[in-house]
């Protein structure tokens, strides 16, 4: 039987920090959720709605399975399935505006007809934020709104299309001697607009901090289609509410980025990479407050991955073994956990000196076994592959849960261990790894369950256990990739009955509708609202009433 995370229930305390109690003291009994809106009724797409489209556009950017369009469903497929094939639409209808005129006239059609639409970029989410969860909701796919408008070289301030790759900018801001202040391993593939709507953090988070510090502005079309033009790109601006926060992680669900406008630092000339590996867990917590002190100002990323990270990245035994070999230059690395050191500086001598002085007291201590420092730009770009191929190979062994949460970092191993012992006990084989990695300087924690195929018994093993342990740890269940499908309707672990009315409220406000992105980031009813809070479930589950709804976590 998948019993819930909480027996004994030791929760009442975070519980009533997040004011679960005073939710179900509010509304006892009650079986109406406070905020829940009445859901809309969106509309069904019609062959009308695909002539209007055409009426605008050329057909090269309207490709529909119904008619007049030509295309057959099979080949929206690339467009209604996630990256890791988990989440699967089957919308029969995707445009590809090149302007923001076209997204405009496209969502001033929407609007009226009440059609759900779903924004669109690099389809490289791991949420299931980019796709569709139906068959009458419009993909509006922005890759064709590629083209940088702007940089200004004294102040740092790119102006692109939201449908830019990232790396294409990375490599543009690099002749003009500057960098995006965000790097992730799918920077071949996601998109500026994409990044910016899911808030996404990465590697360098640590140094230049969020996208809510570079965003200076956007431009996004409302879903009644007309343009908020905000791409400013003031440092400072106080004239009152900073809208285009809202639209920062807002997963598509207020309107569509269509424009950005950020902040990007200098170009450091002087980049080192130091790869250690540590014995254990206690040694990294250490290394890593060292490292901080020490570092300061050229710290530029702290990135943690354990021992089943490597395995699933350079493989389980001799082939591993090997690599290790060649990434640390002995003949034999002790077994251990990894961290991975950057710093970005302007005076390549006093990083070095640094760096090197940090290495060598760290490696005299207990805490590093060994340790291998980049000599040249190759190693650097393997060493960095070690840890951003991570991802991926989880997804080359198996199908893959993944739980990106904040936690504190001291919480970290806890976490781990707690899943892996639920893993061992009860999953029956079915689950084959529990990948541990992260942004560690931002105490940003990344688990990959590895399993054999996607199945309901092991997703509801894992959750809302997951969300449950997080939650006592005084996190977040989403620390960077959003809560889109995946985590909607847990959105009570992570914030209060008070946030959650207020964003309702606030989508209400800007998308009165409900057409933007359905069923992303607000659920119908949250996990726990129809009983008056979570705190009525969890009070359900002691009575022995609620096992049910928490192991069908519903
Ligand atoms: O796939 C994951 O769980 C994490 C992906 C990405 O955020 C990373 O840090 O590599
Ligand atoms: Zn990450």
């Known amino acids: 039987m998948v019993r819930s995370a909480l027996s004994p229930l030791p929760r009442h305390v975070p519980l009533l920090r997040h004011g679960f109690a005073n939710a179900a003291t509010s509304f006892p009994g009650s079986t109406a959720p406070p905020s829940a809106p009445p859901q809309p009724q969106l509309a069904s797409l019609t062959p009308a709605d695909i002539e209007h489209f055409l009426s605008f556009l050329p057909a090269s950017q309207v490709q529909a399975s119904l008619a007049p369009g030509s295309t057959a469903q099979a080949d929206l497929d690339g467009y209604n399935t996630d990256w890791m094939g988990k989440y699967v639409g089957r919308s029969r209808c995707v445009l590809r505006p090149r302007t923001t005129d076209q997204v405009s006239s496209i969502m001033r059609h929407c609007y009226a007809r009440r059609l759900g639409v779903v924004p669109q970029g690099g389809n490289t989410g791991l949420v299931g934020g980019g796709v569709p969860t139906g068959s009458d909701e419009v993909i509006i796919n922005l890759g064709l709104m590629n083209q940088i408008r702007a940089f200004n070289a004294s102040s740092g301030v790119l102006t692109a299309d939201a449908g830019c790759v990232l790396q294409t900018l990375n490599t543009f801001l690099t002749s003009k001697g500057h960098v995006?202040?965000?790097?992730?391993?799918?920077?071949?593939?996601?998109?500026?607009?994409?990044?910016v709507s899911t808030n996404a953090g990465g590697l360098r988070m640590v140094r230049y901090g969020s996208l809510h510090a570079n965003v200076l502005g956007l431009e996004v079309v409302m879903p009644d289609g007309r343009v908020l033009r905000g791409l400013r790109g003031l440092r400072k601006d106080n004239t009152g509410y900073h809208l285009h926060h809202l639209f920062v992680g807002a997963?598509?669900?207020?309107?569509?980025?269509?424009?950005?406008?950020?902040?990007?630092?200098p170009l450091s000339p002087a980049v080192n990479l130091a790869l250690l590996r540590l014995p254990d867990y206690a040694a990294v917590l250490s290394v890593v407050g060292t490292v901080r002190a020490k570092l300061g100002e050229i710290l530029s990323a702290v990135e943690y991955f354990d021992e089943t990270a490597w395995a699933v990245v350079n493989g389980d035994g001799a082939a591993g073994a090997e690599v290790e070999r060649q990434v640390f230059g002995a003949d034999t690395v002790p077994p251990g956990v990894n961290l991975l050191i950057e710093t970005s500086g302007s005076v390549r001598e006093h990083d070095?000196?640094?760096?090197?002085?940090?290495?060598e007291e760290l490696l005299d201590g207990p805490h590093v076994l060994t340790g291998?420092?980049?000599?040249d730009e190759t190693q650097l770009g393997r060493m960095w592959d070690l840890r951003e191929g991570i991802a991926e190979a989880c997804g080359k062994a198996g199908k893959v849960y993944k739980y990106d949460v904040s936690v504190p970092i001291q919480e970290w191993q806890n976490v781990l261990s707690t899943l892996r012992q639920r893993a061992a006990e009860r999953s029956e084989g079915l689950i084959e790894r529990v990948v541990g990695f992260g942004h560690i300087g931002d105490g940003n924690l990344h688990i990959n369950v590895?399993?054999?195929?996607?199945?309901?018994?092991?997703e509801q093993l894992l959750e809302p256990f997951m969300f449950e342990l997080v939650e006592s740890k005084g996190g977040?269940?989403?620390?960077?990739?959003?809560?889109?499908?995946?985590?909607?309707?847990?959105?009570?672990?992570?914030?209060?009955?008070?946030?959650?009315?207020?964003?309702?409220?606030?989508?209400?406000?800007?998308?009165?509708?409900?057409?933007?992105?359905?069923?992303?980031?607000?659920?119908a009813v949250a996990v726990g609202e129809e009983r008056g809070g979570l705190e009525g479930v969890l009070q359900g589950a002691l009575a022995g009433a609620g096992a049910g709804a928490l192991e069908a976590g519903k």
């Open 251 to 265: 997963e598509g669900t207020l309107g569509v980025v269509t424009g950005v406008s950020l902040l990007t630092p």
């Open 450 to 458: 590895v399993c054999g195929r996607y199945d309901k018994a092991i």
């Open 476 to 523: 977040s269940i989403s620390a960077e990739h959003g809560l889109g499908v995946q985590k909607a309707k847990y959105i009570l672990y992570s914030k209060s009955p008070l946030e959650l009315e207020l964003m309702r409220k606030v989508k209400a406000a800007f998308d009165p509708r409900g057409i933007m992105n359905p069923g992303k980031v607000l659920p």
């Open 180 to 195: 995006m202040p965000l790097d992730l391993g799918a920077k071949g593939s996601c998109q500026i607009g994409g990044n």
């Open 352 to 359: 070095e000196e640094k760096l090197t002085a940090l290495l």
């Open 372 to 375: 291998s420092l980049a000599q």
